[in-house]
């Protein structure tokens, strides 16, 4: 089932005559699956390219043309739909509906709902994703009309190198809806109860070189992580993603810090915490290393080498034993075992003055490293524990930043 992190937003969206506009159209299904409420209003150039049907389709309400402004469909049809909207995104956006638009022209009922909806704020966002040849893109007039609806607060995302419609390979394509779905995500959830929060969070499994091929590393997929950054983003906060190499694209609007041994990590951790509200340690950081890299490969003709290991630098302990700014007002480890598992985490919790560990057996195939599901129990000071049953991570983590928001009052 999709999640429905955008239930009963109000969606504005607004498809102009481009080639571009079979995005519109996924575009608007996955924020319907998504939960939003997606009005869409199609310029009389859009609907050579597409049928309103094709959107009331896949929205399950009515799309929207110019016959309307002459219709019975509402009183004041533009002013109606322009106040209802949460947010009015415009994908694909023409370089002439971004001339009508800088210019502040209201010959269609798109350009007409927009002027009444008015600039882009952070309570109610203005998304354009233009799509054009790449001539018409780089034309001084585009590029102004661009500037001037930055200006007044629209956010602008794309157009990207590639191949379009003309036959050229330039920038001038639109972004991706699942990109755009990303954006939206973000900009419709930044009044959430975190507002105002800054949250450090890890991710990934780091790599401690033995030489320039091989590593000593662990199954981490960074999901539970990136989940975790995910759920804290719904709930308003701003997010520092300190990660290790994944497989997965992060979150939009996280700030990303990619990192790859333990030492960047800690690196990386002790200077994004300073004035964080709190740090989730979900990273899986190597507890060993080799005391020195090899600068070439080893080889096999050389015999089987002996590997002399350290310990690495315990991250969390470090940041619990800062002052002031410096340290998190809320620490929270994780503990991945395969015996134990309470003990270890009561131990961890401790030993690093903690105010949360969420522990999961890893050894257990439904909750273990790279499976999108995850079983924890939620270890507390005092001796409290929660155990949750088997949920996805994304489910997972929803409920650590419920709790944390509880713990940040």
């Known amino acids: 089932m999709p ?15 481009s080639i571009a506009v079979y995005k519109a159209a996924d575009l608007a299904s996955k924020l319907t699956q998504a939960g939003a409420l997606v009005d869409v209003i199609l310029t009389p150039a859009a609907t050579e390219f597409i049928s309103p049907l094709t959107f009331q389709s896949v929205t399950g309400r009515l799309a929207y043309t110019d016959r309307a402004l002459w219709g019975a469909e509402a009183h004041v049809l533009h002013v109606g739909l322009g106040h209802a909207a949460d947010m009015l995104v415009i994908a694909p956006a023409t370089a002439n509906t971004l001339a009508k638009l800088a210019q502040g022209l209201a010959d269609n009922l798109l350009v007409l709902s927009a002027l009444s909806y008015g600039p882009g704020t952070a309570e109610r966002p203005l998304l354009i994703a233009p799509a054009m040849d790449g001539g018409m893109l780089s034309h001084p007039s585009t590029q102004a009309n661009i500037e001037a609806l930055r200006q007044r ?20 394509r639109m972004t991706e809806p699942v990109v755009l779905l990303g954006h939206i995500r973000y900009l419709l959830t930044r009044q959430g109860p975190l507002r105002g929060r800054h949250l450090v969070i890890t991710a990934g499994g780091t790599q401690e070189p033995i030489d320039p091929i091989r590593m000593i590393t662990n199954h981490s997929s960074g999901k539970q992580g990136y989940a975790l950054a995910q759920a804290a983003l719904d709930a308003g906060a701003e997010v520092t993603l300190i990660s290790a190499p994944v497989a997965i694209s992060p979150p939009q609007g996280v700030k990303l810090v ?19 509200d709190a740090l989730l340690m979900a990273a899986a950081v190597a507890d060993f290393r080799p005391v020195q890299s090899a600068s070439q490969k080893l080889k096999k003709r050389a015999g089987v080498p002996t590997l002399h290991l350290e310990s690495t630098p315990d991250i969390l302990l470090a940041v619990s034993r800062r002052k002031g700014r410096s340290k998190p007002r809320l620490l929270v480890g994780f503990a991945a075992e395969t015996e134990d598992l309470l003990a270890n985490a009561a131990a961890k919790l401790k030993s ?26 939620l270890v507390f000071p005092g001796g409290i524990t929660e155990r949750l049953p088997l949920l996805s991570k994304s489910e997972v983590a929803e409920r650590v930043i419920a709790e944390l928001v509880k713990l940040l009052g």
């Open 3 to 17: 999640e429905k992190y955008l239930l009963q937003k109000n969606i504005l969206l607004g498809v102009t005559g």
């Open 153 to 172: 607060g629209a956010l602008i995302i794309g157009p990207e190198e590639g191949h379009l419609a003309s036959g050229l390979e330039a920038r001038g």
């Open 258 to 276: 990619s990192v790859t041994t333990s030492a960047e990590m800690e690196s990386a951790v002790l200077d994004a915490c300073q004035g964080a």
């Open 352 to 377: 690093k003055h903690l105010d949360l560990v969420v522990a999961n057996n890893v050894s257990d195939p439904t909750s273990g490293f790279g499976v999108d599901t995850n079983q924890v129990t």
